[in-house]
């Protein structure tokens, strides 16, 4: 990662953390602890600065699925495992809402309530 706009700040972290960042790039997750706070920092602040419209939430997968929600990604249906999760929400909730009118119909036409209209 280039960075050319940068600025040095210095912090102080527990050694706690330190350990764990240092997991991080053993595992190969991170090149640095440097990217991985960068990582770390982006994330936190795209969860703090949202859109109105917008509500974000942390979402625990099992491995299994996210395999599964990889595959979709690596098939191109998807653009990532968040696209694939947010295009799986929208169908689930679309399907919901077309069945809960479905059923509104039903009693409606039962208890007679279209003949009135």
Same mark, same amino acid.
Do not use: C, W
């Given at each position: ?20 960042? %240092?997991?991080? =790039? %053993?595992?190969?997750? *991170? ?22 419209? =917008? ?5 625990? =997968? ?8 990889? %595959? ?18 929208? !169908? *689930? ?8 009118? %479905?059923? *509104? !119909? ?10 009135? !209209?």
């Amino acid at each position: 990662m280039a960075m050319t706009d940068s600025e040095r700040v210095t912090i102080r972290l527990p050694n706690s953390l330190l350990q764990k960042l %240092e997991e991080l =790039v %053993e595992q190969g997750r *991170y090149h640095n602890k440097s990217d991985a706070i960068r990582a770390a920092i982006e994330l936190f602040l795209s969860t703090e600065i949202t859109p109105p419209h =917008v509500e974000k939430f942390t979402l625990e =997968v099992p491995k299994a699925n996210v395999s599964k929600l990889q %595959e979709l990604v690596n098939a191109g249906d998807s653009l990532s495992v968040a696209d694939a999760i947010r295009d799986a929400i929208k !169908e *689930y909730t679309k399907l919901r809402v077309q069945k809960m009118v %479905e059923e *509104y !119909e039903e009693i409606r036409k039962i208890k007679g309530l279209d003949e009135e !209209e």
